[in-house]
């Protein structure tokens, strides 16, 4: 992929109805779509509506993308917002949507309902309930491992391309109380570590953040018939380094709050990462014999 004309190449464009003057982009603005999963529901709508709405590209579940508004075109995404003193963003940003349905309410203990009444199983995709000060309590869908990809692969020709562009932000960052896309489990200082060359800041702040435990403080996984995902840093995808089965004891490093949920870090199969303390149950018992294995039989 690269930049020609403003479009990017090799990914389709379909004009938007709504498009306003020339810009200079100097942000990116991400945005999710609080739509129906159905492809091509979403970037139908964005390209073609009667509220004046519009987006540079919008990424579907599996990761495949469309632009729909050149990039040095004006696109009708932030409505009213302002980004370090300036106010209105779309005269200077660009736009990216991506397909989710937004912040969901609560649904009989096994599901999470989305504001236009669809009711998503939790467990099958993998749903959290959490609580930040930006985004207030919600049930919230994770954004699929290929739309996150897709993401860094557009960022990546964007900000190759584009020297004016100098910073990512989610749409709650400048519209604050009135947005609250992209939800809390968007892997936002990930993207910009790896988009801006970063050393991974996240995982040695987590560090930071988090408070010691006592030496020889273990956990026990509780998610009957299934197993923990254990992650690099204490957030929601790309991040699965290992998965840790039920009923497993494991050594609990450190804990911290982080995005509203608290999360442990702990050592399994030879190396450490970060998992979701909710699933898991402290557990009094002697270290020695959990790190060293057991005797061998003769
Ligand atoms: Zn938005």
Not at 95 to 120: D, L, T
Not at 260 to 278: E, M, N, P, Q
């Amino acid at each position: 992929m690269e930049i020609k004309d403003h479009k990017i190449t090799g990914i389709p464009f379909e004009t938007a109805r709504w498009m306003g003057g020339t810009i200079t982009p100097e942000i990116v603005v991400v945005h999710d779509t609080a739509s129906r999963l159905t492809p091509g529901n979403a970037a139908r709508y964005l390209q073609n509506n009667d509220r004046n709405v519009s987006v540079h590209f919008v990424i579907e579940c599996d990761g495949s993308v469309v632009q729909q508004v050149p990039l040095n075109r004006k696109a009708n995404h932030a409505g009213k917002s302002h980004y370090h003193g300036r106010d209105f963003c779309n005269g200077f940003s660009i736009g990216i949507e991506i397909v989710n349905p937004g912040k969901m309410q609560g649904h009989s203990g096994w599901g999470a309902r989305a504001w236009f009444g669809e009711v998503f199983e939790l467990e099958e995709h993998d749903i959290q309930e959490v609580t930040t000060k930006e985004h207030g309590h919600g049930f919230w869908m994770p954004y699929t491992e290929a739309q996150i990809d897709t993401v860094i692969d557009l960022l990546q020709v964007l900000f190759n391309g584009i020297e004016t562009l100098k910073d990512i932000v989610p749409h709650w960052y400048v519209s604050p109380g009135r947005k609250t896309d992209t939800n809390p489990l968007f892997p936002l200082e990930q993207v910009k570590s790896i988009i801006f060359g970063r050393e991974d800041p996240v995982v040695e702040e987590a560090d930071e953040q988090a408070s010691h435990i006592t030496a020889g403080a273990c956990l026990q996984i509780k998610v009957p018939n299934g197993s923990l995902n254990m992650r690099r840093w204490p957030s929601f995808n790309p991040n699965i380094i290992a998965s840790i089965p039920n009923d497993t004891v494991v050594p609990e490093i450190k804990r911290g709050n982080f995005g509203g949920l608290d999360w442990s870090k702990v050592f399994f199969d030879g190396r450490d990462g970060w998992i979701v303390t909710a699933y898991t149950e402290s557990v009094k018992t002697l270290t020695s014999r959990l790190v060293s294995p057991p005797m061998p039989l003769r």
